[in-house]
Structure formats: structure tokens, C-alpha cells
């Protein structure tokens, strides 16, 4: 089983980046389960995300205290705090423009500065998640394309485009 943890603050995304990610991921064959730890329901206010993947049924409930993929959508969250409970094989993945100086390997993308240009506000998952792909094997690219276009529905279908137009520059620039 694949486990993934997603740190970001309310505003910018979090449960809907494990909702798109679960989603990619069945779309690719998987099982999955997605679900969201809040704190204050509000914008800005620290929030978690967790998604698990595996080719059969998930029996496993509960938090996600040792993932095997950490994405921060804000590097402004206290990052020491986030990698808590990390594996020696645990990969993470930071939307940052900055070199961190970091006891860990770590790859980033810009996913704030993406999501400003083409969107026009600080909602950077989708854009986080066109990088995770291109690290993370077992999803394609097309299976984050489809999953958006559920996800967002056909509401929304000028986010839809913006958004995947967001993922494809970040999974193009992610730095490992």
C-alpha cells in the first residue's frame, strides 16, 4: 500500500488535491481512500490531507502517520513538523521557488508562482499535483488530467483549464 500525506493551510486546496489525487489513482487502476484532518475551519488555518493507494481492497483506517509521499502545499507551515514521521524511503515534495536548507532530500516545484500567473490566486494544489506525477510512477499524467476534469466538473470548465495548464508547467519544471 502507497500512503501520502498532504500539509497545506484552508484556502489553498488540501482536501481537494487528495480528493483529485484518489481519484487519478483509481482512474489508473487502484483502490483508493481519501480523506481530511481539520483543525479551525477557516482560511489560512493549518490543514491535513491523507490518501492511501493499493492494487486491493484498503483495510486500513486512520491517520497516516508514516507516508511514503509528504506534499506541503505552503512552505510557510512549520516544515520540521510536517516531515515528522518520515521513512528513510519517504519521498517529499514542496511548493516552494526557494532552496530550503533541509536534513532531508526533497524535490520543488513553484507551485504558488504558477498558480498566481495562470490562475491568478494562491491556490496551488492542482498545480502541486502536475509535479507530483511526474515523481510519483504509478499515475500518469493523462489519469491527473481526467481526474480534474471530474473533479472540477463541467461547471467549472475554464478552471478545469487553467488548473491543468498549471500542472503541466509544474510537472515540466520539478526540481528533484
Known amino acids: ?3 501520502i500525506r498532504i500539509h497545506g493551510r484552508g484556502g489553498q486546496g488540501v482536501k481537494k488535491a487528495a480528493q483529485i489525487l484518489a481519484r ?3 482512474l489508473a487502476g487502484y483502490v483508493t481512500q481519501d480523506f481530511a484532518l481539520y483543525g479551525a475551519e477557516r482560511r489560512g488555518a493549518p490543514v491535513t490531507s491523507f490518501v492511501r493507494i493499493n492494487k486491493n481492497k484498503i483495510n486500513t483506517r486512520g491517520y497516516v502517520w508514516n507516508p511514503d509521499y509528504i ?3 505552503d512552505d510557510t507551515l512549520e516544515l520540521a513538523c510536517h516531515l515528522q514521521g518520515r521513512k528513510k524511503t519517504t519521498k517529499e515534495l514542496i511548493n516552494t521557488a526557494k532552496d530550503l536548507k533541509l536534513d532531508v532530500e526533497y524535490c520543488r516545484a ?3 508562482g504558477v498558480a498566481m500567473e495562470i490562475l491568478g490566486r494562491n491556490v496551488p494544489n492542482i498545480a502541486l499535483l502536475g509535479a507530483f506525477v511526474k515523481i510519483f510512477p504509478e499515475i500518469d499524467f493523462k489519469h491527473l488530467k481526467k481526474a480534474v476534469g471530474i473533479e472540477l466538473g463541467l461547471k467549472h470548465p475554464e478552471a478545469v483549464k487553467k488548473n491543468l495548464e498549471a500542472a503541466k508547467i509544474c510537472y515540466d ?3 528533484c
Open 173 to 175: 519544471k520539478v526540481v
Open 71 to 73: 506534499l506541503v502545499l
Open 110 to 112: 513553484d507551485a504558488t
Open 1 to 3: 500500500m502507497i500512503s
Open 24 to 26: 487519478a489513482a483509481y
